[in-house]
């Protein structure tokens, strides 16, 4: 297996570990931090083909994963304060009970 | 390069500066603010007078330019600079003179607000946006300026925020401005796609130079219009919502609710004037090719000049007065601009300037003096107060009615009606310019008359209106003149406010003399051609001058012959015609129009789909529905003995189907999570599958 | 494929199970600080100096600050009396499965891993600056409104309101 | 001689490395280095607490500690002691693992920072091209751990300690960090071997072209150490220990060796930053004047380290403790626009031409927002001799 390809499994593995928190933990902010780590998930492919591609001295995977950990730190503040006005209206972080959008 | 040029952006950087040191300052550190803005501004001002010998020095038309490069993107460098030449060299002569008398001013008029350090930080922020204005050799950077001066003119019309009116006064302006701004942001993209660059001069390559223009005049866009006539337009569209021009006139009056230095220095000296410098530096644009986009100037500015005047005729703020009289003169240098080029346009924005700051604070003084009275009627017999006030005043009148010979305001005005005569294409500009120097002198005279003669009538009727209006103010006044105890007495203002007063008034009569036709210096040095001292200009300035007294003598009749006694009384024009002076008297119901047409527009749609709603579409839904009663109850007898059983349990089945599908909505996020999941998966399998090598 | 790979693989992989699992949150928030370094050092092992510092300072020093403050705020620091688990999480993992079976035969299937192995590149920081200040200066731009505007919201949201108690 | 007792450590370094068979070497000369660092800033940490305490006796009229040993200087080998052989009392309801991991966790970034640190010419275990953002991101990690211990003593006391610590420490990073850009700024790379260098050279008085001697680099430097003093909980800004509110804060619930490893984590960070603090703004190891230049190197950081050492223990007996409130009003609306301030100062110095005009601009951009911004933060204060009166 080329180096390559271990990186890329690694990150499918995280992506995937990540959605599967997301998806069944009943907590928002673990959805939330299942949501980081898949984020996470792929910064590391971005990096990872940089470092394998054939002109590593255009930068592009670098400075994308630049700007996305700054997104990424934007989505956290907003997303956790977000999750604390929620937590104030209905006393809750349990998305299970967070549904009053349902159709 | 001589040091001045090099070090021209030192002129707005001061100001900056020192609005940045003072917006640190605290509070209680009002002399600290005020020096610090007057004197960079009389560094600014000396700086300029360097710039401006040096510019004579060069001889006309002589330019230099200095040019860097501000950031990279994608391949190509932004570049941004500042220019030398006449026009920017007079610009920041007479902008940094009337400033710093408008700063001294301040120091007087504001001295007991609270928020005097705040003052003087917007306004050393705007005199630094507006000289960056004046010294850019950059379309963008003009913007960034342009819109800072924006934003410094929306800050300081609310100065007072907690008033309802400055507030709404504050966001109209932001907000009709705006919307030129976009037209001239559109303008700006669009010359930068055509010309690729923003750069008015560059040796050579700047886009108001020979090269680009031809390429600009060349191509044509799909009405068979040149593009320069396209951007040339659009830019002017910007200009008009700065200048205040037909049809985005509505905020320059309303600004009268910042206070009154503000009035004087952004929505009569130099901001307003902004959207005319603006069309004199891209003149060359305009002009290039057919110059369609001059005559749309020139007739905006002719009917913004008649329009104007008109409203001014009927209004009582003394301010509002002052204010259609300079959305009046703006028109006026438009039209200038469009018929003569832009000596002659800038030749009465320079005079306008001066005349102009004098009346607006001279008007302050006379507000400051009666105790934030600001209705005219109200006044009267001021002239044995406030004599130094009164003396200025007169010479501002004078001047920006064109009295003859005298004054500036005449040889300016002269210059663009005599342009307007040549013009070849219409002589309607010029007739309507003519009447509109009659009512200027006609609406200058009657206020005169109002304010300043006769006897007092300061305080005798007080209307519930002015009632309501004085307990609207009291927070401010209270806090603004707690030395007043007695506010019966009108008074003459101190030292710091009749000073720049007499400066000014001095500046408004010697400046005509500069740009007369027997020595047009100033038109030479801006580089127009000049005719000189010919019979037709001799015949127009006598009928200027007829034309003027004409309008003095009216107002003398109808307002010095028997000056007012109660303030209720009804305005002698209102007794002649009452229908023509209410329409005046509310502006022509513009801001009624725009109420009635756009919003009103609105309203009225949603009210239409409204009653559409319920009488046509409910009716029929209604008579369906009796109908389908009707059916229904025949229906039921059968159904209730026939098809109960079968249909009851197809009922149920589409009820239990209808709950499992909605489960899928049951506002859960993880359920719609796991279908993007599912999603995903099946697009990453569709692309695997579509991408494999075949 | 070596050792060091290994390791930092195990235990980012451990760390993630581990922040997804564990019933106490503050538990979570310091496992997930424990992924966020490891993909820290996958971003050395990569080469990729400034991104992996950057990494530890932005997610270790702030955003698993961040959540243990978010944790704590809306009392979540006592492990949950009931399950941990919302309704349908069996369709959850299933979900999760798929995506991860698809990922991995998606990697395996791809032609990029018959490519060769370019040799480390040597990247410094000044590169990164110039990159960011010229190129793409104009994402720099938008990164920092979106900053800017993102602390702003995040602080009016969270903040209490006024007259309500 | 000068040269290569200069470079003793280095030598000695290579000749040990020498004896290694030929693939170990690269990992014995860093075990080798290593070794030294915790060897040499352990030792520090003894002398310092030691100085620390005489120090503060001496500020508040009375010895120290004058029993062990001569003068009292093997007090810390008593301390240690008696920390080893004290019990490990662990709260029945902490969590047991993090409470565990915590004292470990605060002293791991505490030494790491040092793997960047030019301590000598040639004497950096690491030279990372972003060495100085290594330091910050390590340093940040910090954070985690104090509230690791806070939380997991389940004590209320020690919670709020944590919180504060954290509230504090986040506070204060960003006024640190941006006074050290404007040294990235000017030297133009993060790398802390090149700022060093950056900051070599005397001009024609014989002076050192260090950073601390431009307008920008002086307020850069006083802004630093402020924010360094609060970053390591020193006093005045001990808050989350404030033993009169909150006990001792977020260690409250350890005992024995654990609380010896807080307290070793705590001076390792504050060798750590101030050394940092050298290496930005005060020359790293070059000599202050150019006579001086042949005394070693490494002789040079450390005296440095020493008198800011003592700079610390000079203020932790003179200044008073802090309010919360009056903490975050000073990081918020003072330290940080003087850090931003002094980045705009430390790019017009930068692209100014040198000479007169230079010195008078950037000291006009230093000290007038200094002046106003200080006077912003007194205002409304009535700020007089406090009077004191007794009961009677």
Known sequence: MSPLAGYLILSAFLFAIGLAGALTRRNAIIVLIGIELMLNAANLNFIAFWRFSEHPEALTGILFVIFSIGVAAAEAAVGLALIIAIYRHYKTTNVDEMNSLKG | MPWIVKNLWLIPALPMLAAGLSALAPRRYKKFSASLAIGSMIIGFLLSLCAFAHAVGQGEGGRQVCNFNWFQFGDQWLQLGWVLDPLTAVMLVMVTFVGTLIFVYSTGYMAHDENFTRFFTFLSLFAGAMLGVVIANSLLALFICWELVGLTSYLLIGFWYHKPSAAAAAKKAFITTRIGDVALLLGMVWLYSQSGTLLFYNNGAGCLEQTSLTALVAHTTSFGMAVSTGIGLLIFAGAVGKSGQVPLHVWLPDAMEGPTPVSALIHAATMVAAGVFLVARVYPLMSAGSGHSLHVVTWVGAITAIFAASIALAQNDIKRILAYSTVSQLGYMMMGLGVGGVAVGMFHLITHAFFKALLFMGAGSVIHGCHDEQDICRMGGLRKYMPITFATYAVGTLALCGFPLIVSGFWSKDEILHAARGWPISQVPFWLGVVGALFTAFYMTRQVFYVFFGDTRLHLGKTTASEQRTVDHAGVTAKEHPHDELPGHPHESPASMTMPLVVLAVCSILLGFIGTPKWPWFQKFLGAEVEGFTQDVVLLMVTSSIVVFIGMGLGWWFYGRKPMEQSEEPDPLEVLRPDIFSLLRHKYYVDEIYERSVIAFNAWFARACDWLDFWVWNGVVQLVSYFVVGISWADRFFDEFVVNLGFDEGCKGVSAGGRILSRLQNGRVQNYLRVIGIGLAVLALLMIWGCRPS | ?165 | MADSLDQIFVTLNHALTGLAPEAWRPLVSAVISIAGIIGVFASLFAVTTVLERKGLGRIQNRYGPNRVGPFGFLQPAADGIKALIKEDVVPRAADKVVHFLAPLMVVIPAFLVYAVLPVGRNMVLVDYDAGALFFFAVGAATELSVFMAGWSSRNKYSLLGAMRAIAQMISYEIPLILSAVTVFMVAGTLSTTKIVDAQGGYNAWGLAHWFVFTPWGFAGFVLFMIAATAETNRSPFDLPEGESEIIAGYYIEYSGFKFALFFLGEYMGLFAISGLGITLFLGGWHAPFAFLDSVPSWIWFFTKLLAIIAVFIWIRGTLPRLRMDQLMNFAWKFMLPMALINIITAAVWHFMQPGLQRWLVGAALVLGPYVLLGRGLMEGKKLEKRTYRYAE
Request: net charge neutral; hydrophobic share 60%; glycine share 8%.
């Open chain 3, 1 to 165: 494929m070596n050792i060091i790979f290994a390791i930092i693989a195990a235990v980012t992989i451990a760390a993630g199970v581990a922040a997804m699992s564990l019933r106490n949150l503050v538990h979570c928030a310091l496992a997930v600080a424990v992924a966020f370094a490891g993909l820290a050092a996958a971003y050395l092992q990569l080469g990729a100096q400034f991104v992996g510092f950057t990494q530890v300072l932005v997610y270790v020093g702030a955003v698993a600050i961040l959540i243990v403050f978010a944790i704590l705020l809306t009392r979540g620091a006592e492990p949950p009396q009931q399950s941990v688990l919302s309704s349908g999480w069996l369709t959850g993992i299933f979900v999760a499965v798929v995506v991860l079976g698809v990922l991995v035969y998606a990697i395996a299937k791809s032609s990029v891993l018959q490519s060769p192995v370019p040799p480390q590149p040597e990247v410094t920081v000044h590169q990164i600056g110039e990159a960011l200040m010229n190129k793409f200066v104009l994402p720099l731009e938008v990164v920092g409104l979106l900053l800017t505007a993102a602390l702003i919201g995040a602080v009016i949201i969270a903040m209490k309101e006024e007259g309500k108690k």
